[in-house]
């Protein structure tokens, strides 16, 4: 499938790392074009353009920023999440450590567009790199009058700061992420409020993924028209990286227009490693439920993916070969979510450990014939029953690995109990 990249355009030109290098490719335009644009037409436009938030959820971007109060006296943030810690997601990254302006540029037009003066980016501790590539690029921008005081001459003033996390996947879900922004442990708050109205420091705040403010600049300089014919339909619509890891002969990042079908997409990774079959594949992150391989037509996009009974998340896909062992991945799964519950809510913190606990007895050949119904029943006492997502996103998987492997699963567990105790880690 032919596409004319658009986020990943400059991935290859290693002078866009530069204020002139990033011009010379165009850009910087859409900026100058945003700062003679009403605010309201911005946001306008980027409703119109229908780009969903590529951070997870999926929630459409113009309809977040038109939250934010206009009559407000009190002081405005964006924040850009980079936290990226969503098992097998590795998108972000490229974005920020091969095109920094393209993600300053995005900044500045939603800052603009909702009336803030600071952006946040708030990276993951291990994006050493990223972290300094970016923190370059600002310094350059302000050299270049595209930060700072009267941005490119205009009447806006804007400031871009680095924070840097300390590596914890909970301050990825937005309001752990701005307690952990505030200096405080990073355990999410109550909603509502949301952060548009209270976010950091008390103050409306607009959280963003990295890749969703990239697509602003383009939506700006070439129109919401444009963006809407790239996708499968209109809920759907733009460019989209897909960071696709395990048994392909090419793992890495993607960028095709959201919706292509998972069995294209892994033709352009070069297909099964070593030509093997297809087991299974996750088509959205850890958090997202596993699909096997009859389900390899369905377009990746927000909606089919839901209907296919996973969801797109952050377009993490891992891929899984007729040697993998569904239960160890489903434990591995486990395991990962267990280790990141931050401990507030009761059903998440016990929960996460009982499944994590019950899947390595299994894993170990001493489960017990209760074992898959006592699983499914602690997960029906988180999904739902937590301040934040993390309950939900650590029983999709088990859920979903257990009814669409559940005689993999069977075959682990004796029939009969020996007199031992099971071992549990
Ligand atoms: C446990 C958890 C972890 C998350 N991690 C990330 C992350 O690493 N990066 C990200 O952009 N969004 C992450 N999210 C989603 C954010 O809460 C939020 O929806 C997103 O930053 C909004 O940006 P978007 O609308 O542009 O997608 C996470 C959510 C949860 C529940």
Same mark, same amino acid.
């Given at each position: 499938?032919a596409?004319?990249?658009? !986020?990943?355009?400059?991935?290859d030109?290693?002078?866009?790392?530069?204020?002139?290098?990033?011009?010379? #490719?165009?850009?910087?335009?859409?900026? #100058?074009?945003?700062?003679?644009?009403?605010?309201?037409?911005?946001?306008?436009?980027?409703?119109?353009?229908?780009?969903?938030?590529?951070?997870?959820?999926?929630?459409?971007?113009?309809?977040?920023?038109?939250?934010?109060?206009?009559?407000?006296?009190?002081?405005?943030?964006?924040?850009? &999440?980079?936290?990226?810690?969503?098992?097998?997601?590795?998108?972000?990254?490229?974005?920020?450590?091969?095109?920094?302006?393209? !993600?300053?540029?995005?900044?500045?037009?939603?800052?603009?567009?909702?009336?803030?003066?600071?952006?946040?980016?708030?990276?993951?501790?291990?994006?050493?790199?990223?972290?300094?590539?970016?923190?370059?690029?600002?310094?350059?921008?302000?050299?270049?009058?595209?930060?700072?005081?009267?941005?490119?001459?205009?009447?806006?003033?804007?400031?871009?700061?680095?924070?840097?996390?300390?590596?914890?996947?909970?301050?990825?879900?937005?309001t752990?992420?701005?307690?952990?922004?505030?200096?405080?442990?990073?355990?999410?708050?109550?909603?509502?409020?949301?952060?548009?109205?209270?976010?950091?420091?008390?103050?409306?705040? /607009?959280?963003?993924?990295?890749?969703?403010?990239? &697509?602003?600049?383009?939506?700006?300089?070439?129109?919401?028209?444009?963006?809407?014919?790239?996708?499968?339909?209109?809920?759907?619509?733009?460019p989209?990286?897909? #960071?696709?890891?395990?048994?392909?002969?090419?793992?890495?990042?993607?960028?095709?227009?959201?919706?292509?079908?998972?069995?294209?997409?892994?033709?352009?990774?070069?297909?099964?490693?070593?030509?093997?079959?297809?087991?299974? @594949?996750?088509?959205?992150g850890?958090?997202?439920?596993?699909?096997t391989?009859?389900?390899?037509?369905?377009?990746?996009?927000?909606?089919?993916?839901?209907?296919?009974?996973?969801?797109?998340?952050?377009? #993490?896909?891992?891929v899984?070969?007729?040697?993998t062992?569904?239960?160890?991945?489903?434990?591995?799964?486990?395991? @990962?979510?267990?280790?990141?519950?931050?401990?507030?809510?009761?059903?998440?913190?016990?929960?996460?450990?009982?499944?994590?606990?019950?899947?390595?007895?299994?894993?170990?050949?001493?489960?017990?014939?209760?074992?898959?119904?006592?699983?499914? &029943?602690?997960?029906?006492?988180?999904?739902?029953?937590?301040?934040?997502?993390?309950?939900?996103?650590?029983?999709?998987p /088990?859920?979903?690995?257990?009814?669409?492997?559940?005689?993999?699963? !069977?075959?682990r567990?004796?029939?009969?109990?020996?007199?031992?105790?099971?071992?549990?880690?």
């Amino acid at each position: 499938m032919a596409f004319e990249p658009v !986020l990943t355009r400059n991935r290859d030109n290693p002078e866009a790392l530069t204020v002139a290098g990033y011009r010379a #490719a165009g850009g910087y335009q859409a900026l #100058a074009k945003g700062l003679r644009m009403e605010p309201g037409e911005i946001i306008d436009m980027v409703k119109t353009s229908g780009l969903r938030g590529r951070g997870g959820a999926g929630f459409p971007a113009g309809l977040k920023w038109s939250f934010v109060p206009k009559d407000s006296d009190k002081a405005k943030y964006l924040v850009c &999440n980079a936290d990226e810690s969503e098992p097998g997601t590795f998108k972000d990254r490229l974005l920020m450590e091969k095109d920094p302006h393209q !993600l300053i540029e995005g900044c500045i037009l939603c800052s603009y567009a909702v009336g803030a003066a600071v952006t946040y980016i708030y990276i993951r501790g291990e994006y050493v790199d990223a972290a300094i590539i970016l923190e370059k690029a600002i310094a350059e921008a302000m050299e270049a009058g595209i930060l700072g005081d009267k941005v490119l001459g205009s009447d806006f003033s804007h400031r871009i700061y680095i924070h840097r996390g300390a590596g914890a996947y909970i301050c990825g879900e937005e309001t752990g992420l701005l307690e952990s922004l505030e200096g405080k442990r990073g355990q999410p708050r109550v909603k509502p409020p949301f952060p548009a109205v209270v976010g950091a420091f008390g103050c409306p705040t /607009v959280i963003n993924n990295v890749e969703t403010l990239c &697509n602003v600049p383009h939506i700006i300089e070439r129109g919401a028209d444009w963006f809407k014919s790239i996708g499968t339909d209109e809920r759907n619509t733009g460019p989209k990286l897909y #960071a696709v890891s395990g048994h392909v002969e090419r793992p890495g990042t993607y960028e095709f227009a959201i919706g292509i079908p998972f069995e294209e997409l892994l033709d352009e990774c070069g297909g099964m490693w070593k030509g093997r079959q297809l087991k299974a @594949f996750v088509p959205g992150g850890a958090s997202a439920g596993v699909l096997t391989a009859d389900d390899k037509g369905v377009c990746l996009d927000f909606d089919q993916v839901a209907k296919a009974g996973s969801m797109l998340g952050s377009a #993490a896909v891992m891929v899984m070969d007729e040697t993998t062992d569904m239960v160890r991945v489903c434990t591995r799964f486990a395991k @990962f979510f267990d280790h990141e519950s931050c401990g507030q809510c009761t059903p998440c913190r016990e929960g996460t450990r009982w499944m994590s606990m019950i899947l390595q007895r299994i894993l170990d050949g001493h489960g017990r014939p209760s074992d898959l119904d006592l699983l499914l &029943n602690v997960s029906s006492h988180i999904g739902g029953h937590t301040l934040c997502a993390l309950g939900d996103a650590a029983v999709g998987p /088990v859920r979903s690995f257990v009814s669409r492997f559940r005689d993999e699963f !069977l075959a682990r567990i004796p029939e009969e109990i020996g007199s031992p105790l099971p071992v549990v880690r």
